[in-house]
Structure formats: structure tokens, C-alpha cells
């Protein structure tokens, strides 16, 4: 890709002289309601646009199509030339919009039919069009300022159309030599100037256009160098649509457009704007839409040598276009394409009702998907149309088959069986450690919880991989069991930094519902609340830059926890063992954590216990007796009390005071 | 890109080649050496790389196919120069290459991108004693100069053979590595396949742009807001092990599976910052935008391949200040916090993405086109059916009405202003006994209005006078009355 070829800049001079104020002797109908209406009346004659309305018209059609498709680095500049030169804006990006150029054209307006036509020539014009090629854009001054020494890397190259109406072909080799010597004259200005560029090429594309009916006085010529700047080429067309159709197919040709045909859009009348007339139609039809874009969103085809293109591309039959076929989305989900390429996009024909259904429809938010029809009846989705901001691309969507087919899974990489990083948790994981918390914090630590609360209730898959643990993994309600016992855990070992920690835990337990297996766990929460104490109170000073850190050390606990657990749970679920002793009465269980834990600080004798318990519980597992003792002494035979109906919770009662 | 190795297996190829040593070598086992290093290599630092490989003499023969098929493509040819004669040798293909037609094109350059790597079984003084290596270097230049030749330095030995296919190696099949970067989390990556160095404008800049060996996290987004952008190229981000270096590099590692398979799973226990990055993204529907170098952006994101398997993937932007229009320029994007307000609101019911363009495309604007008749009618007939319905849809006739006159003026086409006149006109004499006074006055105000434009010469004729309404107070007046 050239920045600055000859498509960076465009100079249209179009001719302006009397003769221009000439019909192109096309009618055009405009008077047409009558006809159904009011017997008796006759409607008014139809009219025809003046040669200078066709060029204009026409001009004002290449410009549209090409800002579309290339708002940025591709410019214009419109000069019309009658008894002198006018240059109707500057290459400045401000001046390269069509509002800006209509309303220059309307203080221009048409020719006067009754000026001197001696005085009148498109020679001004064309010797204007040389000078301002030679003027240097923003975009070549950004870039020359950017190189620095290399400044000269900077190409300026240019491009003319002029739409004129010619005497003979002796009259174009005039106008041609003109250019030329122009063009040699400026080089040499622009030689000894900072501010302007001498031309390296120019393409002169000079149109001769004369009334429907009329012989040419000129004729077609191919693309011929005259000189190693210039190049000419000439074309005779005949005003009205033909001279639009011959810009349009000088459109795609000068910036390497192509045509895609969008078919098989479903369409609803009751899109129309109120029309009385289109009423009766309460069904919906097919219609097809012709864009055109640039040729690079074809370029899968082209490589594949699977053109599905009707006609072919001989000039002035130039209708070669590509059919994809619409997919009616189906949902509005967000999804992330692999998409190679995305090339804004300019209807054909912008007014018809099809395109303007199409367009708003896709400025409305939505994106459509296009399947490429193929002979085997299989079907590929190759592009896809999207707006983004007002702006409607063509992307292309990659087809063929990657190489990056059947990779293994980052599952079974490195770090891989560690997936589980507690992402949903990350709101509250990173802000429980900070040493105070504001009532926004707060309130997020909620949300999360609120968050995590709904996620169980829709049972939602936790964000886990299974992949680490063998066989099929926890169950989803044991996932969330394993969860919550871990987030509690976190929680538990900051609530002595402030009330509002406190307030989380709160809101937390409120949350959460307990099962009654729980309380093996609950026994094993509270050791490990003692090493967070420990670590949290050594680690305070770097916890409030490192939240992610301390996040990670968590979550190398709460590994270790989880895989206890999960040992644990194998047995259990596992069928052939049998079920696991419950020795202890459920209430006591139940009720005893919470009386300890919302206590607020503890003294140093329980941390002191605590920590005794701690070490002694990684030399052995602990006696179900001493864990329930009160004073050291256990009471036995508890069952035969439950069975006696007599109160269990008393002897809970007395063991903490 | 995939590989395909094309070996030439043709008589000559089993000369003999003089070692001092006892054993007798042939050109055709030197190159199974060399391919065989290829393939070792590849077998342990280039694993997803797919191979190829065709023998060929005056017929040819597909050994071990693709079972897929590929946009892009390597393909390495060994050969021993010897070219052979007459009919179907290279010299003559060469020479007629111009004489083929459609139907039996010259197979290069190939109709994909590629590089065509030739491997001579013999040094250059042996091909340059022949046209052999004017030949082979044609061929790389009808693949577009895409392509290298390599010969043995030195003489014909195993050693040699090494040294050449090392060069290759180096060349085509080093494996990219990368260290990803967010904040101060880090993971030691393979970018697979290599990103090619890429030319931004072949004239202003045409030296080709490396990525950075450090891929530094910039930021996340959205995947909405980013929304399926197009990219260069797309990459596999493997995390690698740090455990023994000398293991990772060397080729030809003899270490029995069971052993690789445990180094795996301690591996596979070490949290890597990959695994983070690819959970939090996929749970987060985000990407995260990351820097390959000066103005040039590529986004990291979880690619699922199918339900269970997923992948971190990187996929390069073009270079450039703003590779996405809808994102702006990416030196303006920032973290949300630096904001006034959050961009996204407080509820995350907003977006800032995508940005709107300056100025509005032809078909979000209402442009007047007239090229076609259609076009020129359906504006008429527009201005007509509000007329008949005045004064209720005043604003509408107006509108339209002055929509038209300034097309009409731009294009100099004065001759229609004068004709929707004569018609406002002609539609006040018909209008029903029952019509409200206003309308009347609101047309012929309207036809008094654009005669006076297509005249051309008063200030009625200019593009920014808009015709307004007639001041009437028919309705007040007509309700006091009643």
C-alpha cells in the first residue's frame, strides 16, 4: 500500500463555459401523480438537466462514493473554469465533505448561456488544476516532517478529471499538451519552493461530453504516456446517466473498488416512509442491495479462484459483482470474529428504499452475517456487515481452514491445572485487604456476595476448571460449598481491621446457607484463620499496593484446603465406602462457631490455644473427644442424653465459658 | 506456516560422495540427515507446524499429505542442482514457461503467499560449473524473490549438510519467544506461529516492522466495544516452562515420555500469569490490548476452539496511531479512573465506543441524488403529498421542499425549481372546496418562493436561505370565529 499514489490526490475541472448551459436532451419525468389522479389535467413537460447539471451531478457521485469509502488521505479539490479559473476548496480534510462542495457549486451556479464564449475556456482550469497539484496536502507535510532526512520518500502524485466538451480530437491534443507544459513549468516553480511539490505523475483523465442524439466530435482513447509525468486517457460519453455511469465505473477503477450484491434481504413495507401508495403490500419481498467497497474484502475469493461472478469485466459493461447471501441474525449476543480485513462501504444506489433499509438498519446497532452461495450447497459465512459509530464496514470473516486448527488446550500447558484463580471473587478478594474500607467498598463486597448468591441460585458453573482435579470433579453444589467456606475464610482473617470488614463478614453469613455437613469444615476454617492472622498481620504494609499478591498467597491456602477437601470427598462420594461416622451432635456444631467468631477481637490466650491446636493438629488428627471437651474433660454416653430428650445445647453453653 | 518438503529422489542423488571415513555416503543420505534434523527440530520447538513431503524425479509422488489445507506456505526443496535434459527438465520448463497457457500455468509464482526454501545436496562451485544455480535462482524469483538457496560450504559431509540445514533453521524455524508483561505479573511465552515483520507503506517506510520480544499489557476493553476488528494475523500464546534451560533449546531430546510427562504436570502446577489472563478474560468478555512495538497494537484474548478447549490468543492490528476508527487513537485511550465521570456510567449501562465519525456518511445524511429518474421523482412526489395535506404537515412540506431547492441549486438545475413551482401552483387551483384556507397561501408563498430562486440572481438564490413558512393566523382567527 502507497499513502501517496495517484488516488491521494483528485482534481475535478469541470467545465462551466456557455455552451455547458446546453441540454443533454434527456427528459426527465417529473410531474408523475397526476396521472393516477384528476382526469383532464395534463401534466407539466417534462425537463432536462443542462450538460453542466450531468458533470456536476456525476462529480458530485464520484466524490460521494469515494468519501464513503475513504473519509481520510484521499482529497479532492473541485475547480470550474469559465473566463477564469475557480477553485471551489483546498486539499485542507475540512473542506473534503459533499456539503461543502454543494453549497461552493450553488455560488457558482450554472453557466450563463449568454457570456462571451470567446473569453470562456476549460484551459484556466486545467492550468489551475497543475498548480494546485503542486501544493502540498497535511498529510504529505506530516509525513515529511516526520522523516526528516528522508523527506524525499514523500511522493506526490495526482490525478485530473476534467468533464469538458471538446471541439475535435486536435482540441484534446491541445489540451494535453497544455497540461504538459504546465506541469513542466510548475516542476521547475516547485523546484526552489518549500512549500510546494514538484509532480512526479499525473494521470489526466479528460472526459468529452456532449447531448443524447449528437455525433462525437472526439474520440475514446486508451491510457497512453506522454511524458514520463503525465499520462492521458480520453473518453466520449454522452451526457445524462450514461456520463454517471462512466464515472462510477471510474470510481471503482481509480481506487480499486469492487461490488458486492447483499441479496435476499427480507424487507417489510411497513418500513416506508408513509406511502399511500405502497399500502396494499402486507407481505414481505426479497430485495437486493449493490455495495460497493474496496477490492480487498474480495480477496479470498480472487485466491481461490471461486468466482461466483456474473458478467464479466470488459470496460462500459463493467458490472462484475460478488452475491452473498444475508442471514437474518439471530441474536444480539457480542462475539468476537476472526476477521481479516473491514472496508467501509457505499451503496450503489444510496436513496432506493432497499439500500436505505438496509443501512439504517445496520446504523442501528445490528450486524448481519453473509453466506457465500456455493454450487456444492454447503454453506460458508464469509463476511459479515457491521456498523461501528455511523459507519457501516464490510468485514471479512476468515473461511478458510486455520493452521491454528485443534491447538492443545491452555488447560494442559504450563499453569494449567491451576486455573482456578477466583475471578469472580476478585471485587471483594482485593478490596477486603485494605486496612480501612469506605461504605462504597463495602457495598461492592456486597454486590459481589449478592452476585455470588444469585450465581448459586441459578446454578450458574462457577468459573473452575475442572480439568486439574481427575474424573469428573466436585459437583457444582459442592464447587460452591468449597467457595463459600473459602471466602468466608478470607473474610474472617481481616474483620479485626475495622467495623466495616465486620459488616462484609455480616453480610456474608446472612448470604450464605449452611448446610448441616458443614462442620468438619468450619473446624478446619477456624485453624486457618489463625495462619491468615499470622501472615496478614506481617504482610499489612505491602498489602495495600499488592492486593493481587495477597490474592495469590490466598489462593495458595485455599489450593492446599481445596485438595484436602476434594481427598475427602472422593471417599465420601464414592459409593462402595460406607457413610462417613457422624459423631457429633449437629446443634452443638452449629451453634458454637458463630458465638466465638462474631466476639470480635481475640484475647492472647486463645490465639495462644489456638495456635497450640494448630500445630498439634498437623502431628495427628485430633480426638473427636478433646475437640468437645470442657476442660479437658469430654462427656461421653452424649447420645444416650439426645435420646433421652434432654437439652444438648446446655453442655455447648458451658464448654465456652 | 505449514511446510512442505520436496525432495528430489532422481538418479543422481545417489552419488557418492567421497568421505575419508569407511562408510560410503550418497548426496540422498546427506539429505535424510539434514531433513531429519528439520524434522527433530521442529518435533520439539515448532510442534504445531504442519509437514509435507513430495518425492519427486521425472514423476512425482505425494509421501505423506496434509490433512488440511492452508492460505500460506514453506516449501523447502531439496535437490542436488543436477537438473537433467531434454523434454520436462527444468532448463526447458524454464525456457517455455512463457509459452504455457491458462490451463497448464507454470507453477510459480504459487497462487498463495509463500516462500520456496531450495536445499543443494552441493557446494556452489559444483552448481556454478553449470547454469544450475542461474536455473534455481529464477525459480525463486518467479515466487516473487520470496525464497532462499542454500548450498554446503565446504565439502559433502554430514557436518556440513548440518551446518546448511542449521542455517535454515535459523531462518524459517526459530521459535518466536516472548515474555508477556501486565504490571508486574510476567509469563515466558511462544508466540506460534512466528509473526512475520511487516512493511507499513512500501515508500514512506519501507523497512519491515519486528513485534517486540516484551509484550506489555496496555490495557482492556470490552469485546463489544472492540468489536470483531480486523487483524493482520492471529497467534497461539503458550506459556513455557522455566525448569532446565538446556532442555527446552536442544534438539533431538532423547528423554523417555514418562519423565516429560511428569516435568509436565509440575508445569501444570505452577500458577502462570497465561492462565490468569485467559480466565479473567474469558469470564470478563474483555480483551486486553497490548503493545508490539511503537504505534502498533495487537489485543489478547480467549479463543475457544470448541466447548472444552480454549486458548490465549494474540492477533496483530495494522501499525498506526489508530488501527480502528471506532477506537480512536489508541495514545488516548486510558484507565477508566482518569476520567472526570466513568465513561461506561455508573451502572455500566454506557459505552464511549464506538466514537462518531466528524462527518456523516452519505447514507446516514439524506443525500439528494437524482442520478436515476427515481430518485429525482420520489423527491417530487414527497413535496406533492405533503402539500395536499397543508397545513398539518407544514414543517415536513417545508423541509422536503427545501431540501430539493438546494440540490437544485448546487447542480445548477434551475429548470426543476421552475417546474415543482408551476406544479404548487397548479395544485392551488385544485385544491377541494373543503381545503383550508392556509394551504393556499402556504403554496402559492411556496411557488412565488422558488420562481424567485430559479431566477438565480436575487438572495433568494442562495444555498443557505431556507424558504420558511407563511406567517398566517388562520388558525387563531379561525377559532375565534367559530
Keep these: ?657 | 506456516m505449514p511446510t512442505v518438503v520436496v525432495m528430489d529422489v532422481s538418479l543422481s542423488m545417489t552419488r557418492p560422495v567421497s568421505v575419508e571415513g569407511s562408510e560410503e555416503y550418497q548426496r540422498k543420505h546427506l539429505a535424510v540427515h539434514g531433513l531429519t534434523m528439520l524434522f527433530e527440530h521442529m518435533a520439539t520447538n515448532y510442534k504445531l507446524e504442519f509437514t509435507a513431503l513430495v518425492v519427486f524425479s521425472s514423476l512425482w509422488e505425494l509421501m505423506v499429505p496434509f490433512t488440511r489445507d492452508y492460505n500460506t506456505l514453506q516449501v523447502v526443496l531439496v535437490t542436488d542442482g543436477c537438473l537433467g535434459i531434454g523434454r520436462g527438465s527444468l532448463r526447458h520448463s524454464l525456457a517455455t514457461c512463457n509459452q504455457r497457457n491458462e490451463s497448464s500455468r507454470f507453477p510459480l509464482p504459487f497462487p498463495f503467499p509463500s516462500k520456496l526454501y531450495i536445499m543443494c545436496m552441493a557446494n556452489l562451485e559444483e552448481l556454478q560449473s553449470s547454469d544450475s544455480l542461474d536455473c534455481l535462482e529464477r525459480l525463486v524469483d518467479l515466487n516473487n524473490g520470496e525464497g532462499q538457496i542454500f548450498t554446503i560450504d565446504g565439502p559433502l559431509c554430514l557436518k556440513n549438510v548440518q551446518s546448511m540445514f542449521g542455517k535454515l533453521i535459523d531462518l524459517a524455524y526459530t521459535p518466536f519467544h516472548a515474555v508477556l508483561k501486565c504490571g508486574h505479573l510476567t509469563s515466558d511465552v511462544q508466540v506460534f506461529p512466528r509473526p512475520e515483520p511487516f512493511i507499513i507503506d512500501e515508500e514512506i517506510d519501507p523497512i519491515p516492522k519486528a513485534i517486540n520480544t516484551d509484550l506489555e499489557i496496555v490495557g482492556f476493553i470490552d469485546i463489544a466495544d472492540i468489536s470483531s476488528p480486523p487483524v493482520l494475523s492471529r497467534h497461539l500464546v503458550l506459556p513455557i516452562a522455566l525448569n532446565k534451560e538446556g532442555d527446552e533449546m536442544g534438539p533431538g531430546i532423547t528423554d523417555d515420555t514418562e519423565d516429560e510427562n511428569s516435568a509436565n504436570q509440575i508445569a501444570g502446577k505452577i500458577p502462570n500469569f497465561c492462565v490468569l489472563l485467559h480466565g479473567s478474560l474469558k469470564v470478563e468478555g474483555m480483551v486486553a490490548i497490548v503493545q508490539l512495538g511503537p504505534e502498533w497494537h495487537g489485543m489478547l484474548y480467549s479463543q475457544a476452539d470448541s466447548k472444552k478447549k480454549s486458548n490465549l490468543m494474540m492477533s496483530l492490528f495494522e501499525p498506526g496511531p489508530e488501527p480502528l476508527p471506532w477506537l480512536g487513537k489508541m495514545a488516548q485511550l486510558g484507565p477508566i479512573s482518569d476520567a472526570k465521570e466513568n465513561p461506561y456510567g455508573e451502572d455500566d449501562n454506557k459505552s464511549p465506543f464506538p466514537l462518531q465519525p466528524k462527518n456523516k456518511r452519505s447514507y446516514a445524511q439524506n443525500v439528494t441524488v437524482w442520478i436515476k429518474p427515481s430518485g429525482l421523482q420520489t423527491d417530487v412526489q414527497k413535496i406533492l403529498r405533503n402539500a395536499r395535506k397543508l397545513p398539518e404537515k407544514t414543517q415536513t412540506f417545508y423541509k422536503e421542499l427545501n431540501r430539493l431547492r438546494k440540490a437544485a441549486l448546487a447542480f445548477g438545475f434551475l429548470d426543476l425549481l421552475k417546474g415543482v413551482a408551476d406544479m404548487l401552483e397548479r395544485e392551488c387551483t385544485l385544491l377541494p372546496d373543503t381545503a383550508h384556507p392556509d394551504a393556499a397561501f402556504q403554496l402559492t408563498h411556496a411557488a412565488q418562493q422558488l420562481k424567485a430562486a430559479s431566477n438565480g440572481t436575487s438572495e433568494y438564490a442562495a444555498y443557505d436561505h431556507n424558504i420558511t413558512p407563511l406567517q398566517t393566523d388562520f388558525s387563531s382567527s379561525s377559532t375565534e370565529r367559530i
Excluded at chain 1, 611 to 617: C, E, F
Aim: charged share 25%; proline share 5%; hydrophobic share 30%.
Design chain 1, 1 to 657: 500500500m502507497k499513502i501517496f499514489s495517484e488516488s491521494h490526490k483528485t482534481v475535478f475541472v469541470v467545465d462551466h463555459c456557455p455552451y455547458m448551459a446546453e441540454s443533454c436532451r434527456q427528459h426527465v419525468e417529473f410531474d408523475m401523480l397526476v396521472k393516477n389522479r384528476t382526469q383532464g389535467i395534463i401534466p407539466l413537460a417534462p425537463i432536462s438537466k443542462s450538460l453542466w447539471t450531468c458533470s456536476v451531478e456525476s462529480s458530485m457521485e464520484y466524490c460521494r462514493i469515494m468519501y464513503d469509502i475513504f473519509p481520510f488521505k484521499k482529497l479532492v479539490n473541485f475547480i470550474v473554469s469559465d473566463s477564469g479559473a475557480h477553485i471551489l476548496n483546498s486539499w485542507t480534510q475540512e473542506d473534503q465533505n459533499l456539503q461543502e462542495l454543494m453549497a461552493a457549486l450553488a455560488a457558482v451556479g450554472p453557466p450563463n448561456p449568454r457570456a462571451d464564449p470567446e473569453c470562456c475556456s476549460i484551459l484556466h482550469g486545467l492550468v489551475a488544476a497543475v498548480e494546485t497539484l503542486c501544493k502540498i496536502t497535511e498529510y504529505q507535510h506530516e509525513a515529511r516532517t516526520m522523516l526528516m532526512e528522508n523527506a524525499e520518500r514523500v511522493g506526490n502524485r495526482g490525478r485530473i478529471i476534467c468533464i469538458t466538451n471538446a471541439k475535435s480530437d486536435s482540441h484534446v491534443r491541445m489540451l494535453e499538451d497544455c497540461v504538459q507544459e504546465t506541469i513542466h513549468e510548475h516542476n521547475k516553480l516547485a523546484a526552489n519552493s518549500d512549500h510546494l511539490m514538484q509532480i512526479q505523475k499525473c494521470e489526466l483523465v479528460l472526459i468529452h461530453t456532449y447531448p443524447v442524439g449528437e455525433d462525437s466530435l472526439v474520440s475514446d482513447r486508451f491510457k497512453k504516456e506522454l511524458s514520463p509525468v503525465l499520462t492521458s486517457e480520453v473518453h466520449s460519453v454522452r451526457a445524462g446517466r450514461h456520463l454517471a455511469t462512466k464515472l462510477n465505473v471510474l470510481v471503482q477503477q481509480h481506487f480499486d473498488l469492487a461490488s458486492t450484491t447483499i441479496t435476499n434481504i427480507p424487507m417489510k413495507p411497513t418500513f416506508n416512509v408513509c406511502d399511500q401508495e405502497e399500502q396494499h403490500a402486507n407481505t414481505s419481498a426479497n430485495y437486493d442491495v449493490e455495495l460497493l467497497h474496496h477490492k480487498d474484502a474480495h480477496v479470498d475469493f480472487i485466491k481461490s479462484g471461486d468466482n461466483h461472478i456474473g458478467g464479466n469485466s470488459r470496460e462500459g459493461t463493467f458490472k462484475e459483482t460478488v452475491t452473498l447471501k444475508w442471514c437474518t441474525p439471530r441474536t444480539n449476543s457480542v462475539e468476537l470474529h476472526y476477521c481479516t480485513g473491514a472496508y467501509r462501504i457505499s451503496p450503489v444506489d444510496v436513496n432506493s428504499r432497499p439500500s436505505s433499509c438496509l443501512t439504517n438498519f445496520l446504523l442501528n446497532g445490528r450486524s448481519v452475517l453473509l453466506e457465500q452461495p456455493r454450487k456444492s450447497g454447503s454453506k460458508v459465512i464469509s463476511h459479515m456487515l457491521s456498523s461501528h459509530g455511523g459507519e457501516i464496514f464490510l468485514h471479512v470473516l476468515s473461511s478458510s481452514r486455520s493452521i491454528l486448527e485443534d491447538p492443545p488446550s491452555i488447560s494442559e500447558g504450563c499453569g494449567g491445572r491451576v486455573t482456578d484463580y477466583r475471578i469472580t471473587v476478585v471485587p471483594l478478594a482485593s478490596v477486603i485487604v485494605k486496612e480501612a474500607l469506605t461504605d462504597e467498598d463495602v457495598l461492592n463486597c456486597q454486590k459481589t456476595i449478592y452476585n455470588l448468591v444469585d450465581m448459586e441460585r441459578k446454578n450458574d458453573p462457577l468459573p473452575i476448571s475442572t480439568v486439574g482435579t481427575r474424573g469428573k470433579g466436585p459437583k457444582r453444589d459442592e464447587q460452591y460449598r468449597i467457595m463459600w467456606n473459602e471466602l468466608e475464610t478470607l473474610v474472617r482473617a481481616h474483620i479485626n481491621n475495622s467495623d466495616k470488614h465486620q459488616r462484609v463478614l455480616e453480610c456474608l453469613l446472612a448470604c450464605r446457607s449452611k448446610p448441616p455437613e458443614e462442620e468438619e469444615r468450619k473446624k478446619r476454617g477456624r485453624k486457618r484463620e489463625d495462619k491468615e492472622d499470622k501472615s496478614e498481620k506481617s504482610g499489612k504494609d505491602y498489602e495495600l499496593e499488592k492486593p493481587w499478591q495477597e490474592s495469590e498467597r490466598l489462593k495458595g491456602l485455599l489450593d492446599r484446603e481445596k485438595e484436602e477437601l476434594a481427598e475427602a470427598e472422593v471417599i465420601k462420594d464414592s459409593p462402595d465406602s460406607p457413610e462417613p461416622p457422624n459423631k457429633k451432635p449437629l446443634v452443638t456444631m452449629d451453634e458454637i462457631p458463630p458465638v466465638e467468631k462474631t466476639k470480635g477481637p481475640m484475647s492472647l490466650l486463645s490465639l495462644w490455644s489456638n495456635r497450640i491446636n494448630t500445630a498439634n493438629s498437623r502431628k495427628h488428627q485430633e480426638f473427636t473427644g478433646r475437640l468437645n471437651s470442657v476442660n479437658n474433660k469430654a462427656e461421653l454416653y452424649q447420645h444416650l442424653k439426645e435420646e433421652n430428650g434432654m437439652e444438648t445445647t446446655e453442655n455447648g453453653k458451658a464448654s465456652r465459658q
